[in-house]
C-alpha cells in the first residue's frame, strides 16, 4: 500500500467523518448545549462549520489557547499539556489571512485551525504506522495493510480524531519515535519522544524505548553490561523526553507555590509537588484504584474484551521470547516488537488500575471478534496459549494462527 493510497484513504475517511459530525449536530439536539456559549452557528458561517468541533476536552483547549496556557490560574487546566493550544495557534494563524474580519471568529479559526493541523499529522501517522508494522513483522506487507485499515476506522467517540485534540499528533511522534529506534536513530527518535511529551504527560514512558534499545537489548543479547560511553549516551537521550514534563510542572509551582503558605495548594507541600497527578485525582477521580466503585462496573464491562486481546497478545508476545520451545519451533519476532508488548501490557495496566477504563476505543472489540469469526478454522492449528483459547473457545474449536497472530498484533499496534 502506496502512500499516496493511505494519504487518499485518510483523507475520505476524515471528511467522511467530519460531515457526518456536521450534519448530525446540526439536524439533532446536542446532548450537551455548552457550546451555544461560545459559538453561534445562525450568526456566523464560521461558527456554523466549527459547530461540531467544540465538545469535551476542546473547551479547555480552546480557552487555553485564547491565553496564556502556562499561566492559566484554573488548576484543572494543568492537567492538559501546551501542545494542543499551541497547534490551534498555529492553524488559525494560517487561516486567518483567508477569513475577511477574522477578528469576529476567533473561537471558530482556532477550532478549525487546530481541526486541520490535527488532521495533517492524523494521516501522516497512518504513514509511520504502516511502515513501523513492517519493520517489526519481516516487511509484512498484509500486516501493516491490516493494521492501518483498522487505524482508519473512527474512534469512539469519532470526534477524537477530528476535533483539535492531542491524540492524533502524540500517536505521529510516539510512532514517529518508535521507528527511529527500529532504525537505531537514537537522536531523533529522543527528539520525537520529547515533542510527543508537549501533548501528553504519558510521553515520558516513551524514554523506555530508548533505555531498552540502548541498555537493556544489549544486555540480554551480549549477556554484558554496556560501557560508560553507552551508559552517558542513554542517560542523556533519556531525559530529553522529561523535559516538557519537568517544565510543566515547575511552571505550575512557580504559578501556585510561591505565595503565601495559607492559600498555597495542597499539592504544593507534597514531597514531590507534582500538579498533574493532584488535578486528575481531584478532579478527573483518576488515580490508583480511585474508579474501581461498584457504579463503574459497566465501564469495566465495555472495556474489558479490547483490554482482554491486548494483555493476552501481549503475554504471548512475551512468552515466545522467553520460551525456548518457540525458539525451535518458529521464527523468532523481531526484537523490537518485545519492549513494544512490554509498553502495551504496561498502558493496558495503566488503563485498568488507573484512569477512565472505558476511554479504550470499543470499535476494537466488534472489529476484532468479526475478523476472529471469519477464521474459523478448517485445518487443526492450535491457538496461541490456552488462555486465548478459552477466551475464544465458544466461538469454534479452532482458529487460524495467522488471524490471531494479524488481528490481535494490530489492535496492540494502534495502542502504541
Not at 39 to 58: G, T, Y
Not at 171 to 195: C, E, K, P, R
Not at 263 to 286: D, G, H, M, T
Not at 309 to 325: C, D, G, M, P, Q
Amino acid at each position: 500500500m502506496s502512500n499516496g493510497t493511505l494519504v487518499k484513504q485518510g483523507i475520505l475517511r476524515r471528511v467522511l467523518v467530519y460531515a457526518l459530525a456536521l450534519f448530525s449536530s446540526h439536524l439533532f439536539p446536542l446532548f450537551d448545549a455548552s457550546p451555544h456559549t461560545i459559538l453561534h452557528p445562525k450568526e456566523s458561517w464560521l461558527d456554523w462549520f466549527a459547530w461540531p468541533l467544540l465538545r469535551w476536552d476542546a473547551f479547555h483547549f480552546l480557552h487555553m489557547a485564547q491565553n496564556d496556557a502556562l499561566s492559566t490560574q484554573y488548576e484543572y487546566e494543568w492537567a492538559f499539556f501546551p501542545g494542543p493550544p499551541l497547534t490551534m495557534r498555529i492553524g488559525a494563524a494560517f487561516l486567518r489571512p483567508l477569513v475577511p474580519h477574522p477578528e469576529e471568529s476567533e473561537a471558530s479559526l482556532l477550532l478549525l485551525g487546530g481541526s486541520l493541523v490535527t488532521a495533517i499529522f492524523e494521516i501522516w501517522s497512518i504513514i509511520v504506522l504502516h511502515k513501523l508494522t513492517k519493520s517489526l513483522f519481516s516487511g509484512s506487507a498484509s500486516m501493516a495493510s491490516l493494521t492501518v485499515q483498522l487505524a482508519f476506522l473512527p474512534s469512539s467517540p469519532a470526534v477524537l480524531s477530528m476535533a483539535p485534540y492531542s491524540e492524533p499528533i502524540f500517536t505521529f511522534f510516539a510512532y514517529t519515535g518508535m521507528l527511529s529506534i527500529v532504525n537505531d536513530q537514537i537522536f531523533f527518535a529522543s527528539l520525537a519522544f520529547t515533542v510527543a511529551g508537549l501533548f501528553r504527560a504519558n510521553g515520558v514512558f516513551l524514554a523506555g524505548f530508548i533505555i531498552w534499545h540502548l541498555l537493556i537489548q544489549p544486555l540480554l543479547s551480549h549477556r554484558r553490561l554496556p560501557h560508560f560511553f553507552i551508559l552517558s549516551k542513554a542517560a542523556i537521550y533519556t531525559a530529553i523526553p522529561f523535559i516538557p514534563f519537568v517544565y510543566h510542572h515547575a511552571v505550575a509551582f512557580a504559578v501556585f507555590c510561591n505565595t503565601h503558605a495559607a492559600i498555597a495548594p495542597e499539592w504544593c507541600s507534597r514531597r514531590f509537588p507534582l500538579i498533574y497527578p493532584y488535578v486528575q485525582a481531584k478532579y478527573w477521580n483518576s488515580g490508583f484504584l480511585l474508579y474501581w466503585t461498584p457504579q463503574q462496573i459497566p465501564n469495566f464491562i465495555i472495556a474489558a474484551p479490547p483490554l482482554v486481546v491486548l494483555v493476552l497478545y501481549s503475554k504471548h508476545v512475551i512468552t515466545n521470547f522467553l520460551s525456548e520451545r518457540s525458539k525451535a519451533s518458529r521464527p523468532r519476532p523481531h526484537p523490537h516488537l518485545l519492549p513494544q508488548a512490554l509498553y502495551t501490557l504496561f498502558v493496558a495496566f495503566i488503563l485498568i488500575f488507573a484512569s477512565h477504563t472505558q476511554i479504550v476505543p470499543p470499535t476494537w472489540l466488534l472489529v476484532t471478534y468479526a475478523l476472529l469469526g471469519s477464521s474459523l478454522a478448517h485445518h487443526r492449528t492450535p491457538v496461541v496459549g490456552e488462555s486465548v483459547g478459552g477466551m475464544v473457545g465458544r466461538m469454534g474449536p479452532w482458529i487460524r494462527h495467522w488471524a490471531l497472530e494479524r488481528i490481535f498484533a494490530s489492535c496492540m499496534m494502534m495502542i502504541l
